[in-house]
């Protein structure tokens, strides 16, 4: 089967392995389904704004142009660093938007990500953006009424932890670093201001999150679009939002959004 269409992010499912799709112009298709069979995705050199449609010859905030980069509300500074959020002094690029996104409660977590990290996501973007981030587990440590405020906390705590996954790390070991989360939220706590200790999340449960791969590769080689044009060959498996490739090359897919795409794979039919 062969599909040509525009790349935007994979939408994940976790189930008992985390399951993965890929919007290919008007349908949705399982790439698990790909695993152990080869698979080849070319750049056709179109590059289409995630935001207005607008052909451009350069993407910003992985699929965007600039002038949406400057004005759309998913594109606003506090996406990549909360504390920078002024929702909640009633500034924005978008008053429904900042209301259902910014000042609504919002999580402080641990995650195992190839290395331990804190990170701040929207209560509603459980388990979307532990996926997201390859992490293989994750514990909840803080839930605040709003996107600032998670990030003051984040800030504060960077001074103990990573805040950015180890990818390389992460795409080689599986991210099986051994690390007690429940021992680290402890050593959290000690390190959160009186202000900040009301928004402490008691819940200690660990989400565990199991990815699609048969095999981790030895070596990455991450994939660049623009310079190689044909990402081809077995896929080994899924995780974070890369496709990993036997050979080790991977596919940050997420990265390419907006970038115009032909799929090629044998149809399910082929497979039997
Ligand atoms: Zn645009």
Not at 73 to 96: D, F, Q, S, V, Y
Request: glycine share 6%.
């Amino acid at each position: 089967m062969q599909k040509q269409f525009t790349l935007s992010k994979m939408r994940a499912q976790n189930e008992q392995l985390v399951r993965y799709f890929i919007t290919m112009g008007d349908t949705e298709i399982e790439m698990n389904q790909y695993i152990g069979k080869k698979i080849k995705i070319e750049f056709t050199g179109k590059i289409q704004c995630l935001g207005c449609g607008r052909e451009i010859r350069k993407s910003f905030h992985q699929g965007y142009c600039y002038t949406c980069l400057m004005t759309l509300p998913e594109t606003a500074p506090c996406i990549l660093n909360p504390e920078l959020c002024e929702a909640h002094l009633g500034i924005w690029r978008n008053k429904e938007w900042s209301e259902k996104n910014c000042l609504s409660p919002h999580f402080v977590y641990l995650s195992n990500t190839g290395n331990l990290k804190v990170g701040v996501t929207r209560e509603s973007q459980i388990p979307t953006r532990w996926i997201d981030q390859g992490a293989s587990q994750a514990i909840i440590a803080a839930k605040t009424p709003n996107r600032f405020t998670a990030g003051q906390i984040e800030v504060a705590l960077k001074k103990i932890f990573y805040d950015k996954t180890n990818w390389q790390r992460m795409l080689k070991t599986g991210g099986d670093i051994s690390v007690d989360l429940q021992k680290e939220k402890q050593k959290l706590k000690t390190k959160l201001s009186p202000d900040f200790m009301k928004y402490f999340f008691e819940d200690n449960t660990i989400t565990e999150l199991k990815f699609p791969i048969t095999n981790y590769p030895e070596k990455i080689l991450p994939f660049n679009i623009e310079k190689e044009k044909i990402f081809e060959g077995t896929l080994n498996g899924i995780k974070a939002q890369y496709l990993i490739l036997e050979s080790g090359k991977v596919l940050n897919i997420r990265k390419f959004g907006a970038y115009g795409v032909i799929f090629s794979a044998p149809s399910i039919a082929d497979s039997f």
